[in-house]
């Protein structure tokens, strides 16, 4: 099984990470901007934001590493690929 970290460099392996709502300084500028604007989707994300349900950027990071480094590249060429189902597999 050879990960897509292995590959030689001439080889194009293309994948969709989508790691949903992640909690950065960006997104939470995002909010406030939404907000002053009275923007109808700013209550909806400061919900998500206060329950929890956005990712830290070091879990989405990690994520996306245990990708590259540990799917075969079968499974990673041409894949959606999200946090929760990268844990399920590779566990």
Known sequence: MESVAAL???A???ALFQPGLVDTEGLRAHLAAARTCGL???AWLAERL???DA???EATAAAMADALLRLPCSDFHGAELRPDDL???LA
């Open 87 to 89: 844990a399920r597999c």
């Open 40 to 42: 109808p989707h700013a």
């Open 8 to 10: 030689r460099r001439n």
């Open 12 to 14: 194009h392996l293309v």
């Open 50 to 52: 206060a329950g929890g």
């Open 55 to 57: 990712q830290t950027p």
